[in-house]
């Protein structure tokens, strides 16, 4: 049973349109993440969620915005998107902010 | 922010053959995790290493924790094409930060 989910699978986006990805937990796990990865990089993480408490990393471009309107959904809405953008987009799930991560099958977002 | 080294970036073997990725970090870690991404896919948590010193074993892979706390390794043994993808390490350090950090990963490719 799929435990992350990750809506849609493949997104295409026109240069400036924006555009909402989404993730859904049957974890109840408290933390959710959300990374960018690029070909043959590590995950880069945008931002996390703890419960309610949004938690931004000092290098996420302002072009990135995260809600969380309860503990099962967590949306990754990028503003404007850039050429730049296009990547997998994982979303991520732990019981708590040291424990192991359970990761989606990812969005791969191109954008034309 | 912290920072994990991961080494080597690729490493090419032939099938039974064995293979060692290691992590360094310059500080102290609370714990690190393991985690394979095969190659179109996502991040899968593999292990969790909290104890100075400890070694755990899954089947053909030794996961070990240095005596400082500030290095890990991945060693398999006697190499399959499954064992394909890249492994990451994520590394916690003992202050401030709550999340993990990856290490850039080591992709691993066995020729049959």
């Known amino acids: 049973d799929a435990m992350v989910i990750q809506n849609p699978r493949y997104q295409v986006t026109q240069f400036g349109k924006p555009v909402t990805l989404s993730c859904s937990q049957t974890?109840?796990?408290?933390?959710m993440y959300w990374y960018q990865q690029k070909s043959s990089q590590a995950p880069k993480l945008l931002f996390h969620?703890?419960?309610?408490?949004?938690?931004n990393e000092a290098d996420t471009p302002d072009n990135f915005q995260s809600r969380r309107p309860n503990t099962s959904f967590c949306f990754l809405d990028i503003r404007s998107p850039g050429l730049g953008d296009a990547a997998m987009y994982l979303c991520?799930?732990?019981?708590?902010?040291?424990?192991?991560?359970?990761f989606g099958p990812g969005t791969r977002l191109l954008v034309l | 922010g912290q920072q994990v080294m991961q080494i080597p970036q690729y490493q090419h073997v032939q099938e039974g053959e064995d293979f060692t990725t290691y992590c360094n970090s310059s500080?102290?870690?609370?714990?690190i995790q393991w985690y394979k991404q095969r190659p179109g896919g996502h991040p899968v948590f593999l292990i969790q290493?909290?104890?100075?010193?400890e070694v755990k074993k899954q089947k053909r892979l030794t996961f070990q924790f240095g005596e400082a706390k500030k290095n890990s390794s991945l060693h398999i043994t006697a190499t399959q094409t499954t064992d394909v993808g890249t492994y990451f390490c994520?590394?916690?350090?003992?202050?401030?930060?709550?999340?993990?950090?990856f290490g850039r990963g080591t992709s691993l490719i066995v020729h049959p």
């Open positions: 290493l909290v104890k100075s010193g």
């Open positions: 969620y703890y419960d309610k408490d949004f938690n």
């Open positions: 994520a590394g916690r350090g003992s202050g401030g930060s709550y999340i993990p950090t």
């Open positions: 991520a799930t732990s019981r708590d902010r040291a424990e192991p991560q359970y």
């Open positions: 500080t102290t870690l609370s714990n």
């Open positions: 974890l109840n796990h408290n933390v």
